[in-house]
């Protein structure tokens, strides 16, 4: 009789960084009892998954838990063994709809056992060892269940509690995710006011990581990372659990009003992300537009001479890179004066005193925007208690339709706060005016390409550049150069 081909299994649920010697010692154990056995084995492979959980509450990330295990799967599959050893079946499977494509691949391959150090040994190939199988299983699922249940419980009952949910540690508090790290809170406080100031994400990411400021895992910087970051209720005192809010014990770092007007002002960044093109040098890419044809001109670089430096330029193209026919090619204008033409403009509208008055934040906006805060707080809270209420002991003895109507009137109510708080956040979110010198200086010394497009996109619709032959002389109004190129030509459809 020829020997038992066999193959080791081993999996662990929680190894976070895959260091575990957990499914090591599994493995040893496997080893271990197949050569107490006696039996002529020819041992094939070993697999192991660390940080794979297969509860019914871990299906969500299960296509990517077990890397292994699918390879075990395409040894069977390819009748490359006959038997398989775990420590235990729960290694395995834990949900009995998975079980059922292991069972069936014992009826069309050389795979035919289980078997456990333990001893039990499940035989596919009757009718009782593959009920056994089926019961184990069935079980074990009752009990993850159970487990996972009252995991969940807990979970909801420390948020009710205003707890720290654990895991890793937030930037700007200790590991016991109360004390405040005032270091970190700094940077958290410099972070908001620089989205109010109209600083770019890219630039403020780029400024953390030339400063060497780490991230609480001691790493770089990334605009996802501090978008993530920036938009958690945690740093108002506010505990988060499955979209349920309650009153954290920690205190909060950043003024609950400032934080609202951050989101606006994340927003603002992603929505001229995706309406203007990427910039690369050209800070007018997206806005300027041909005036005979009516398409975007494109930022190009021209040399005229040999013995002149290549120069800037905004062109209508005749073809794209593809020498698909993309517009008319009868407009282009050097980048520099018309960069200063549109800069000087964009200058002399945000230091007007009409446009500041309407942008300016008072301290009545400030008072109305907190009240309608503290006011959206209430009603979520008074939602998460009426579901859970309803769903739990119903003292209120409220049937399905009143709980519905109760339900749908206070998400109204939530619905039209969320409209009054984003109407109160917008107005000082899309100024994005500096603070501590004007705009004319701002301008100049920065080198932020995302903040000087924000201030363009916040004032200007678009710039049409009309075609025209004329080249008088032009002196640019931000510095002291010199250019020939006609501003008569140049149309500026302004927003406000």
């Known amino acids: 009789m020829p020997p038992i081909r066999e193959a080791d299994y081993a999996r662990l649920s929680k190894d976070r960084r895959g260091l575990s010697e957990n499914v090591t010692i599994q493995l040893a154990e496997c080893a271990d009892t197949r050569e107490e056995s006696g039996e002529a084995i020819t041992f094939v492979a070993a697999f192991k998954d660390n940080d794979a959980s297969i509860s019914r509450f871990g299906k969500k990330n299960k296509a990517k838990s077990r890397v292994e295990y699918p390879q075990l799967l395409e040894l069977i599959r390819a009748n490359g063994i006959d038997r398989l050893r775990v420590t235990e079946l729960s290694r395995i499977y834990r949900d009995p709809s998975d079980l059922e494509e292991l069972i069936q691949l014992g009826d069309i391959t050389t795979f035919y056992s289980i078997v456990t150090t333990t001893g039990a040994v499940y035989d596919l190939r009757t009718a009782v060892g593959r009920a056994a199988l089926r019961d184990y299983v069935k079980v074990n699922a009752y009990e993850s269940d159970l487990i996972s249940e009252r995991a969940q419980r807990k979970k909801r009952s420390q948020a009710r509690q205003g707890l720290p949910n654990g895991g890793r540690r937030s930037y700007g508090y200790a590991k016991d995710g109360v004390t405040i790290v005032e270091e970190e809170a700094e940077v958290i406080r410099d972070i908001a006011a620089r989205l109010l100031k109209g600083e770019s994400i890219n630039h403020i990411v780029r400024r953390l990581n030339q400063q060497q400021v780490s991230t609480a895992e001691g790493a770089k910087w990334y605009k996802p990372t501090l978008i993530n970051m920036m938009g958690r209720k945690r740093y108002v005192g506010i505990r988060v659990h499955k979209d349920a809010e309650y009153p954290a014990i920690w205190k909060g770092i950043i003024d609950p009003v400032i934080f609202e007007r951050v989101q606006v002002a994340l927003r603002v960044d992603e929505q001229l992300k995706a309406q203007r093109s990427n910039p690369r040098k050209y800070v007018l890419a997206g806005f300027v537009f041909c005036g005979a044809c009516g398409r975007r001109l494109h930022g190009t670089v021209k040399q005229d001479r040999p013995s002149q430096p290549k120069k800037a ?184």
Not at 461 to 489: M, N, W
């Open 313 to 496: 330029r905004y062109r209508c193209l005749s073809y794209s890179a593809d020498q698909l026919p993309t517009g008319c090619g009868r407009v282009t204008r050097l980048a520099e004066p018309l960069e200063d033409l549109v800069a000087a403009a964009v200058i002399t509208r945000l230091d007007g005193d009409d446009f500041a008055t309407f942008f300016s934040d008072t301290e009545e906006d400030s008072t109305r925007l907190r009240a309608a805060l503290d006011e959206l707080q209430a009603k979520r809270q008074k939602l998460t208690e009426l579901i859970g209420d309803y769903y739990g002991d119903n003292l209120d003895q409220l049937t399905r339709e009143q709980f519905m109507l109760a339900k749908g009137a206070t998400e109204t109510s939530i619905a039209n706060l969320e409209g009054k708080v984003e109407k109160l956040s917008a107005k000082r979110g899309a100024a994005v005016l500096p603070v501590g010198q004007s705009i004319r200086e701002t301008w100049l010394n920065s080198d932020d390409l995302g903040w000087k497009r924000s201030m363009i996109g916040l004032v200007m619709d678009k710039i049409i550049v009309h075609p025209g032959g004329g080249k008088p002389r032009y002196e640019h109004q931000l510095t002291d150069a010199v250019s020939k190129f006609d501003p008569e030509q140049i149309e500026i459809i302004w927003k406000v």
